[in-house]
């Protein structure tokens, strides 16, 4: 079985702070990892994804996560967040690579950057 | 590139009504996805289609729900005998193939039962 569990349902971060977006999974194999975000009214996109290799891996508008198998991880950081940047933050797992693996989806992180 | 076009953006039925939801995939996109988006389960795999063949509907509720995809260029999602428990966000995503987990989501088509 795998899951995802995002430990943080809303996060309010000052414009210009820095954030970290946590994400556990659960999964005995080798994940495949993502983070989309979704704005209001709009479907997910997606921001970065892990496959393998270097741990950190940089997506759009300054997104970056880290994957550490020791702790199960796959943080998302921002150093200095924009007003823009207010979302809903969606954690993904793939248990294989290859069209008709089922995604697992975390309950997403609603983020509230405040002027 | 339109990206996944979803209509309609939003519908609204009476209780025991049929409601058709569509899907066009991004062009050369081999697979469909449907999910289904609530506050309270977050999202839902429905069903998924590849080449147009369905591959897995494991998600989908075996009574009043039913998908197809007659052509490679659009996908339908039926829900007959729509109850209140239905109303959702119905996302459609697709995607290439090759790197099949990149999922190109479309707007959703906001469902209300009434």
């Known amino acids: 079985a795998q899951s995802v569990t995002q430990p943080d349902a809303r996060v309010t971060v000052s414009e210009g702070a820095s954030l970290q977006l946590r994400c556990k999974y659960s999964?005995?194999?080798?994940?495949?990892l993502f983070w989309y975000v979704q704005y209001p009214r709009q479907g997910l996109q997606l921001l970065l994804k892990?496959?393998?290799?270097?741990?950190v891996v940089q997506g759009v508008n300054g997104f970056e996560a880290e994957f550490s198998k020791s702790n199960s991880s796959f943080h998302l950081r921002k150093a200095s967040v924009h007003w823009s940047d207010s979302a809903v933050y969606f954690c993904?797992?793939?248990?294989?690579?290859?069209?008709?693996?089922?995604?697992?989806f975390g309950k997403g992180a609603k983020l509230t950057v405040s002027p | 590139n339109a990206g996944v076009i979803q209509t309609p953006r939003h519908k609204v039925t009476g209780k025991g009504q049929e409601a058709t939801l569509w899907c066009e995939p991004i062009?050369?996109?081999?697979?469909v996805f449907w999910y289904r988006q609530t506050i309270v389960q977050g999202l839902e795999f429905l069903t998924y289609?590849?080449?147009?063949?369905?591959?897995?509907d494991s998600g989908m509720p075996k009574e009043r729900f039913s998908a197809q995809m007659p052509n490679q260029s659009h996908s339908t999602l039926k829900i007959q005998s729509t109850q209140p428990q239905d109303s959702a966000v119905y996302l459609c995503?697709?995607?290439?193939?090759?790197?099949?987990?990149?999922?190109?989501f479309g707007s959703g088509t906001r469902l209300t039962v009434l």
């Open positions: 995503a697709s995607s290439a193939g090759q790197c099949a987990e990149t999922l190109y």
């Open positions: 999964y005995s194999g080798t994940p495949y």
């Open positions: 892990y496959y393998s290799g270097d741990p």
């Open positions: 993904v797992l793939s248990a294989g690579q290859g069209t008709g693996s089922k995604l697992s």
């Open positions: 062009s050369g996109h081999s697979a």
């Open positions: 289609f590849r080449n147009q063949a369905p591959i897995d």
